[in-house]
């Protein structure tokens, strides 16, 4: 292709693309504008407040383990598979009866 007919073919397309952005100007927006600076603040805010609802989660965790760890030590040892059995078939909110310790003589 030679250098004239280069030049019909794309000067007719930057005239046509330079009169579309120049129509389109009127009806939007074409720079950057501001939207990203103002969703920079609403991130900043809820990186902040998931930052905080961590930390409470954390702390909830480590009450809760701590719960779990005095309920363990709490608890007394059970040693046979009967009396697994039995915890088994209580109805939920029943509290077992403390185990009674035999002495062997």
Do not use: C, W
């Not at 809820?46 to 719960?67: A, G, P, T």
Request: no cysteine; charged share 25%.
């Amino acid at each position: 292709m030679d250098t004239k007919g280069f030049i019909k073919r794309i000067v007719p397309f930057i005239g046509a693309f330079s009169l579309g952005l120049f129509i389109a100007s009127f009806f939007v927006t074409i720079g950057g504008g501001r939207f990203g600076n103002r969703h920079r603040g609403m991130n900043r805010e809820y990186k902040r407040q998931i930052r905080v609802e961590m930390e409470q989660l954390r702390q909830e965790n480590f009450e809760l383990k701590s719960q779990i760890r005095e309920l363990q030590q709490d608890l007394p040892a059970v040693s046979t598979d009967a009396d697994l059995r039995s915890m088994e078939e209580l109805p939920l909110g029943h509290v077992p009866p403390p185990a009674t310790h035999h002495v062997h003589r």
